[in-house]
């Protein structure tokens, strides 16, 4: 075994890596949590224009 063999086993692993993300980011099981996290700047940007304190504490 030598140093291109462990290059090419890197590489592979990298790569289904890469691919388990791909399937666990556009999962439909993680949709609501993605839609949540997205909505969290309109919320944020919903309290200072109201006067709230947007998670800041005087």
Same mark, same amino acid.
């Given at each position: 075994m030598d140093i291109n063999d462990l290059r /090419? =086993? *890197?590489t592979v692993l990298s +790569?289904? *890596? +890469? =691919? /388990?993300i791909v399937v666990w980011a556009y999962s439909g099981k993680r949709k609501r949590a993605f839609d949540e996290a997205a909505a969290l700047a309109v919320d944020d940007e919903e309290q200072v224009s109201r006067g709230g304190s947007a998670g800041h504490s005087a």
């Open positions: /090419s =086993i *890197a +790569f289904v *890596a +890469f =691919i /388990s």
